[in-house]
């Protein structure tokens, strides 16, 4: 645990801090020992929150390897857009880390749920960074299918995916890769006063993530429910404590982009908001 909560620089300030008191007690009050003390006082403030960082950060890591997920995201980035006719791109990057003591050549199960179906659905996925490793897809899993979700009281198009890769992850080594999602009509809700759904779902730990969501030309984004979480089953947790450790999705001046950012979202959970579009009358040229 030492060697996870110390490095060498912390080492380096903390003789430096201890040189200074001694110089300290040395010297007589004079201009040069109140210098000192200031000094002091302010390496003494920063090896405290150092200190405190390094052991938040050595228990947050601790809680992720005991939550039986031997990869998680440290980041899960998604670029979307919707067009007028209710069809949808989404481009969905991902860092994720092993942080288990094993080699592990699955990278995690994830999915999508859609409210609306669609007429059509392409799927591609990259793998961004190599690391000198070379890593390759040696075995796709995409699947599509229904499921009976408790939050809509109805089933829903499910879009999954988990890939086998090689060579394998090695405990701690980091791959990032993206997923771009493309659908036909499926947003059309969104246009309406029934509204569409958003969001995040973390199916195991994610460190962070972030949306940015673009609305068609022409339209801008009403947020109707701004923070939804529901578990895995889509049973809807409400607890206020839940709820009040992530920010709201934000739009900017014009309304026409939505960006969201979450921190330590808990596995076993989706993030969602809920939306629609409206005319931007204001704007019409």
């Known amino acids: 645990m030492i060697k996870n909560l110390f490095k060498k620089t912390d080492f380096i300030t903390l003789t ?50 005991n939550s039986n997920s031997r990869i998680i995201y440290l ?14 791109n989404g481009n969905f ?3 994720v880390k092993n942080i288990s003591d094993e080699d592990v050549t699955d990278l995690p199960y994830d999915d999508i749920h859609w ?24 075995d796709y899993r995409n699947n599509l299918y229904n499921q009976l979700f408790n939050y809509f009281k109805k089933k829903v198009k499910v879009i999954s995916w988990s890939h086998i890769i090689e060579p394998s992850l090695k405990p701690n080594d980091i791959l990032k890769y993206s997923i771009i999602i493309n659908t036909t009509n499926s947003e059309k809700d969104a246009f309406s006063d029934v509204g569409a759904f958003a969001g995040v ?54 309304k026409t982009i939505l960006k969201w950012r ?17 005319k931007d009358v204001e704007n019409e040229i």
């Not at 300290?24 to 150092?50: M, P, S």
């Not at 996925?125 to 897809?137: A, C, E």
């Not at 947020?223 to 889509?234: F, S």
């Open 262 to 278: 979450l921190f330590n979202l808990k596995a076993g959970r989706r993030y969602w908001f809920k939306y629609k579009l409206i």
């Open 75 to 88: 980041l899960s980035e998604f670029d979307w857009r919707i067009y007028d006719n209710g069809n949808f």
């Open 115 to 138: 409210y609306n179906d669609y007429d059509d659905i392409d799927i591609q996925f990259k793998i961004l960074d190599n690391n000198d490793k070379k890593y390759h897809i040696i």
């Open 201 to 254: 779902p973390a199916i195991v730990p994610i460190k962070e993530a972030t949306i940015n969501y673009s609305a068609p030309l022409g339209y801008k984004f009403e947020i109707i429910t701004p923070l939804i979480i529901v578990d895995i089953k889509g049973t809807e947790i409400t607890t206020s404590e839940d709820k009040a450790n992530y920010d709201l999705p934000e739009l900017n001046t014009s």
């Open 16 to 65: 430096i801090t201890i040189i200074l008191a001694l110089i300290q007690l040395k010297f007589n009050e004079n201009i040069y020992t109140y210098a000192v003390n200031i000094v002091f006082l302010l390496l003494l403030i920063y090896i405290g929150i150092t200190i405190f960082t390094r052991i938040k950060g050595y228990f947050d890591d601790l809680k992720l390897k």
């Open 93 to 95: 990057t991902y860092i």
